[in-house]
Every structure is written in C-alpha cells, then in structure tokens.
C-alpha cells in the first residue's frame, strides 16, 4: 500500500496523506462527506447503526480527540440542495448540532453514548430528491471553484461514448484541446483521469470509471459527485502547502473507494501562484510503462503545456467576466448533449 494511504483497524475509515513517497503525522483531519454522515448518524442513532461501523466510529473519535477536525466542504456538500439551489438551512443546522456536540466530548462521553439511544432532533428537515438534473449552471455562484473540473469531467463523458470505436490519441488530444485552449487550466487530477482512461490498459481505467459513474441515470448530478470527490484531494493538497485557514499538516478521512483509489497514486511536488490562484505541482506514479508511440505523444503534450501557459494565464488575469461566461455557454452545450445522449439510450 502507498505511504499516503493507511486505513483504520475496521477497515471503515482511511486516511490520505499527500504524498506516496512519505508520511506523516497529521494535526489537521479533512473529513469527507460520508464521514460526516457517518458522525451525524452515530450522534442521533447509534443502535441503529450496524456494530462494525459503531466501533470504528467510536475508535475513530476517540483516537482523533487532540486533532483538528475540518468538516466545512463536508458540510456544504452534504446539505448542498439541488432542488433549492442553495443550502437546506435545516439539515445544516441538524447536522451541525450533531458534529459540535461530538468535538466537544471526551473519551468517558463516547463511550457513554456508543451504547445510549441517541439525541432526539426535534426539528423538521425536508430533502426532496431532485429530479433529472438538466443543468448545474445555477448552483455555481455558490460552488465556483468545481466549475472548472465540472467541464472537464462533461468533456471525458462526452468523449467516454466513442471510446471504443475512436483512435485514442485522438480522443485525449480532444479532451487536451478542451482544457489547455476553452477551459485554459491544466488540473492535474483531471489531467491524470483521462490519461488512465484514455491511453492506459482497460485494468488502469477501471478506477476512472468508478469514480466518474459512467452510465449513471442522472449523470449531471453524477459528475458533480465526481467532482467534489477531486475538490477534496485538491483542497487537500493546497492546504498542506499553503496552511489555508490555520490548517496544519493535513490528512483527508474518506469511506470512497474510487478517491482512495485515485489518491493512492498522487503526490504533491510543489506549488505555483498564478495571478493569486494557488495551483498544486503533482505527480502520478505507477508501474505501468507506455509504448513508444505513446511515451512520444505524451512529450509532445507536455511540451505545448509548457508553451501555451502564457496563454492559459491571460484567460484569468484582470476581469475574468467574459471568459467565465464563454465557459458557461460551453458547458451548458455539453450538459444538453449528454443528458440528451442518455434519454435516447434510455428509449433505445
């Protein structure tokens, strides 16, 4: 296993780390989504919880009592709600009631309530859930860092419908024209996802499928699960360089198979500022060498990367008005063209 990747005795929580080559003790614990539910769950019901995971919840806040538990992004995905397109106040407010009780207990509390009934919330919380998402456009005001990585995940299910049929270089110089010369950002992450799926072995792309749930039923709100799943290693990542809001040597606590997966070959490198955007330098390893042709293809990319970031840099400097909107334009005609594509292949 990865230096980065350790997961719990119950095999319920792991812990990532930044980089494959080192580890660390961390003081700072990013809790993904589904950790905090999982939290919320323990605080409101425990016996209804089945045993293995009461225990690791149990063992998990009792071993992390003295570290800095960092479930904001959590929070805002959790009770993000597409119906409203704002925030469900409350469920925030049930969940948050929840998660505060816990950091405030000690080890003699968590024991005392792993075999109690639990809270009783005497609020109201209503979650509707949403229909065919059409469109996700209108929740970005809200969620503009994932606007970037949401284009680009559009573009690979875009592109994910030809694969078998098209020559493969020319699927990812697609999917590389998109993002160097209409997004203008090269994300790593996203960068690496279509390089596994794209030009690696069908065995590497397995965990690209995972994590991008291809052939979901509604595959807009699919690809917005994806995307908060790379916002959380990302926001890792800068957060252990740059300490972003008191943020001290982080680790990342996740339940996500296909984030664990991704992260087990992802390592922080370093760390650049353009035009005050913090961007993370990041490497992917593995064993598995290219051919020729390929190896050759990828030098080229990487080359016209190098070249073109004068120009990726332009796009955001100054009032970034207009080029946000051109990207709007282009990511509601991908939206239309793949929730388009699914209905047909649904009636087929």
Same mark, same amino acid.
């Given at each position: 296993?990865?230096?980065?990747?350790?997961?719990?005795?119950?095999?319920?929580?792991?812990?990532?780390? +930044?980089?494959?080559?080192?580890?660390?003790?961390?003081?700072?614990?990013?809790?993904?989504?589904?950790?905090?539910?999982?939290?919320?769950?323990?605080?409101?019901?425990?016996?209804?919880?089945?045993?293995?995971?009461?225990?690791? &919840?149990?063992?998990?806040?009792?071993?992390?009592?003295?570290?800095?538990?960092?479930?904001?992004?959590?929070?805002?995905?959790?009770?993000?709600?597409?119906?409203?397109?704002?925030?469900?106040?409350?469920?925030?407010?049930?969940?948050?009631?929840?998660?505060?009780?816990?950091?405030?207990?000690?080890?003699?509390?968590? *024991?005392? $309530?792993?075999?109690?009934?639990?809270?009783?919330?005497?609020?109201? &919380?209503?979650?509707?859930?949403?229909?065919?998402?059409?469109?996700?456009?209108? $929740? !970005?005001?809200?969620?503009?860092?994932?606007?970037?990585?949401?284009?680009?995940? *559009?573009?690979? $299910?875009?592109?994910?419908?030809?694969?078998?049929?098209?020559?493969?270089?020319?699927?990812?110089?697609?999917?590389?024209?998109?993002?160097?010369?209409?997004?203008?950002? &090269?994300?790593?992450?996203?960068?690496? /996802?279509?390089?596994?799926?794209?030009?690696?072995?069908?065995?590497?792309?397995?965990? +690209?499928?995972?994590?991008?749930?291809?052939?979901?039923?509604?595959?807009?709100?699919?690809?917005?699960?994806?995307?908060?799943?790379?916002? !959380? /290693?990302?926001?890792?990542?800068?957060?252990?360089?740059?300490?972003?809001?008191?943020?001290?040597?982080?680790?990342?606590?996740?339940?996500?198979?296909?984030?664990?997966?991704?992260?087990?070959?992802?390592?922080?490198?370093?760390?650049?500022?353009?035009?005050?955007?913090?961007?993370?330098?990041?490497?992917?390893?593995?064993?598995?060498?290219?051919?020729?042709?390929?190896?050759?293809?990828?030098?080229?990319?990487?080359?016209?990367?190098?070249?073109? &970031?004068?120009?990726?840099?332009?796009?955001?400097?100054?009032?970034?008005? +207009?080029?946000?909107?051109?990207?709007?334009?282009?990511?509601?005609?991908?939206?239309?063209?793949?929730?388009?594509?699914?209905?047909?292949?649904?009636?087929?």
């Amino acid at each position: 296993m990865s230096n980065n990747i350790q997961t719990d005795e119950h095999s319920i929580f792991t812990f990532i780390g +930044v980089s494959t080559e080192r580890d660390y003790d961390a003081f700072s614990l990013i809790l993904d989504s589904n950790v905090v539910i999982l939290m919320e769950k323990f605080f409101y019901e425990p016996q209804k919880m089945k045993p293995e995971y009461r225990e690791a &919840v149990v063992d998990f806040l009792i071993n992390t009592i003295d570290k800095d538990k960092v479930p904001g992004f959590a929070i805002q995905e959790s009770c993000w709600d597409r119906n409203l397109i704002s925030l469900n106040m409350p469920q925030l407010k049930k969940l948050e009631q929840a998660l505060n009780m816990i950091n405030s207990w000690e080890k003699d509390d968590i *024991l005392k $309530h792993k075999n109690s009934s639990g809270f009783e919330y005497k609020g109201i &919380v209503i979650r509707n859930k949403p229909s065919l998402t059409e469109s996700l456009i209108p $929740h !970005f005001e809200a969620n503009p860092m994932i606007m970037g990585s949401y284009a680009m995940l *559009l573009k690979i $299910h875009i592109l994910n419908r030809r694969k078998s049929k098209a020559n493969k270089f020319k699927l990812f110089r697609e999917f590389f024209d998109f993002m160097n010369y209409e997004v203008k950002a &090269v994300h790593a992450i996203e960068h690496s /996802l279509a390089i596994d799926y794209f030009l690696r072995s069908s065995t590497k792309g397995e965990y +690209v499928q995972k994590l991008l749930k291809f052939g979901a039923k509604d595959p807009l709100s699919a690809i917005l699960t994806s995307c908060w799943d790379i916002f !959380f /290693l990302r926001f890792l990542q800068l957060s252990y360089m740059k300490n972003i809001e008191g943020i001290i040597m982080p680790k990342l606590v996740t339940r996500d198979d296909a984030l664990i997966e991704l992260a087990r070959y992802s390592s922080i490198q370093g760390l650049i500022d353009l035009n005050d955007t913090p961007l993370p330098i990041v490497s992917f390893d593995d064993n598995e060498e290219f051919d020729a042709e390929t190896i050759t293809f990828l030098e080229e990319i990487k080359y016209e990367t190098i070249r073109t &970031v004068t120009q990726r840099a332009i796009a955001y400097s100054g009032d970034r008005t +207009v080029h946000i909107n051109n990207l709007k334009k282009k990511i509601r005609e991908m939206e239309n063209q793949l929730v388009n594509n699914e209905l047909v292949s649904k009636s087929e």
